[in-house]
């Protein structure tokens, strides 16, 4: 969810990006460019979107509702690989069967759920496809490779990136290798969970949302495997899968557990110990809970005994809790000020930074203590938090230039080879400090397993701001003004290439 206190400054930021010109080739269907088509009015009744779910939550999220907009991507043209992707599947699945009929799309849609009939908690692409001799089994599956949201994609990149850097083996992982075990609080549309689970093979994902609501909309409205869903008694709720949801999500679906509970609750009555948890539970009062932040609470330190000790990394979405002043027409989005952390947020940040990484971590030298950081996603007015335990483990000390060089890298690279790239600039500043060769092979490892994770998903949504601010603990640091991001022309490119030498 992003905040609803900035909707004015996005308004005003979105037509200064929208006045030039699409760019003529977009590879990420979740780009930022394409959200006039589902951003709608900030009214449902005023939207040209169709309610295709409606409900009223009594956990504290209002009216919950769903509305679709109509996609422009994929073009039809590309419909029958899709298409004939689905027909293999059935027959990997279901070998020997008698035929049944044909697969077809009958298109793609955005699906918005909103709190309150303004608040856009979450966005994702579904597609609706159905067997020719079956016109009555129509079933839509979200698309997991687009994400239009730019801070989910703040919180997987930087969360991803972390995780990498801290002495653990995510391309293991992603290759099903070993278990990566995963905690969503929140779970909106499902966006994120199942990002993660149809690009990390080994990826076990358990989702906690507090309310049935938004749970029956993602499965409903915004495809959402219905499978996931669990029981109270920790079975599934759908003993028996139909075949076209077998079709669309075998391999992906026995990964993903989606629990209905009490954030709090779950915390402190589980043994579950997780490598990488994720948090965004804003309510339809754009509220985040002050239990699941305040240092005292159960909650907070139930979540340090479930969080791995060596590498465990916490990502938490926030809102903006400053005034934000309208962006100046005359200067390019990628050039705005970062936003400010408030009062709010900065407790937020602090109370996670002393109970996951202990307060007595007092030197910005000191190893072994673990990292904080936020990072800004200025388009939508939020900001991403994350705490790492296991950041600069194995190369003995943390220091601002290590954490520029590996999460920049880590963040992706523009298409450009002119010298001009920030991958560039700040591989020939990595080149010409003192940090040690480790560190340069950590900063490379995590930068090639980061780009294969994200290379659907277009550029890391963070590198749209314009500056990192660092939260080492237990300082805030805000890096140079000629390390900023905001001379970048980023591309749409696809970072698929062999893997880079060690620096």
């Known amino acids: 969810m992003w905040s609803r206190a900035g909707s004015r400054w996005i308004c ?3 037509r200064r990006l929208f006045t030039g010109g699409a760019p003529s080739r977009i590879f990420d269907e979740g780009d930022w460019l394409y959200s006039p088509e589902w951003w709608g009015s900030e009214s449902e009744s005023e939207s040209n979107g169709n309610t295709v779910f409606r409900s009223v939550s009594d956990k504290g999220n209002g009216v919950v509702s769903v509305l679709a907009y109509p996609s422009s991507r994929p073009d039809k043209v590309h419909w029958a690989e899709t298409e004939k992707w689905l027909q293999q599947r059935y027959e990997e699945i279901y070998p020997g069967y008698e035929q049944s009929g044909n697969f077809k799309i009958l298109g793609y849609q955005w699906r918005v759920l909103r709190f309150n009939d303004h608040t ?3 966005t994702a692409k579904i597609m609706a496809a159905y067997r020719d001799t079956e016109p009555g089994s129509i079933c839509i599956m979200q698309q997991p490779q687009c994400l239009a949201m730019p801070y989910v994609k703040s919180m997987l990149s930087l969360g991803l990136s ?5 002495n653990y083996d995510l391309m293991a992982a992603v290759h099903g290798k070993k278990r990566m ?3 969503c609080i929140g779970h909106g549309g499902g966006s994120l969970p199942l990002f993660l689970a149809s690009k990390i093979q ?14 029956s909309a993602s499965v409903q409205a915004m495809g959402f495997p219905p499978s996931s869903v669990m029981t109270p008694s920790g079975s599934r709720a759908l003993l028996e899968s139909n075949i076209i949801n077998e079709v669309m999500w075998k391999g992906i679906h026995e990964r993903l557990y989606l629990y209905e509970a009490d954030a709090e609750k779950y915390i402190v009555e589980n043994n579950n110990l997780y490598d990488i948890i994720f948090i965004d539970a804003y309510d339809g009062d754009d509220i985040f809970p002050n239990k699941l932040w305040d240092p005292q609470s159960p909650f907070l330190n139930s979540l340090s005994d479930r969080l791995h000790p060596e590498h465990g990394t916490v990502v938490v979405n926030l809102h903006a809790d400053s005034d934000i002043s309208n962006p100046d027409e005359s200067v390019s989005y990628v050039y705005q000020q970062p936003l400010p ?3 709010y947020v900065s407790s937020v940040c602090k109370a996670y930074k002393d109970v996951l990484i202990g307060s007595e971590c007092m030197s910005y030298w000191k190893s072994g203590c673990g990292l ?3 990072i800004s996603v200025p388009l939508v007015c939020n900001t991403s938090l994350v705490v790492s335990r296991g950041f600069g483990r194995s190369s003995g000390f943390v220091n601002r230039e290590m954490v520029m060089n590996t999460l920049v890298s880590n963040s992706g690279s523009t298409g450009n080879n002119d010298g001009t790239s920030i991958v560039a600039r700040l591989s020939r500043a990595v080149s010409e400090s003192g940090i040690t060769n480790a560190t340069k092979r950590v900063a490379n490892d995590a930068a090639y397993v980061s780009k294969k994770l994200l290379k659907s998903t277009g550029k890391a949504a963070w590198l749209a701001g314009t500056t990192i601010l660092i939260l080492v603990v237990p300082l805030i640091i805000e890096m140079d003004r000629d390390q900023q991001f905001s001379e970048l022309q980023l591309q749409q490119q696809s970072l698929l290439g062999s893997r880079p030498p060690p620096k």
């Open 162 to 166: 972390t995780i990498a850097s801290s």
């Open 372 to 374: 904080g950081l936020t």
């Open 12 to 14: 005003n930021m979105r």
């Open 181 to 183: 075990h995963i905690l």
């Open 120 to 122: 856009r908690q979450s």
């Open 341 to 343: 952390l408030g009062k």
């Open 202 to 215: 080994g990826a076990v994902i358990h989702v906690v949302e507090i309310d049935p609501v938004v749970i």
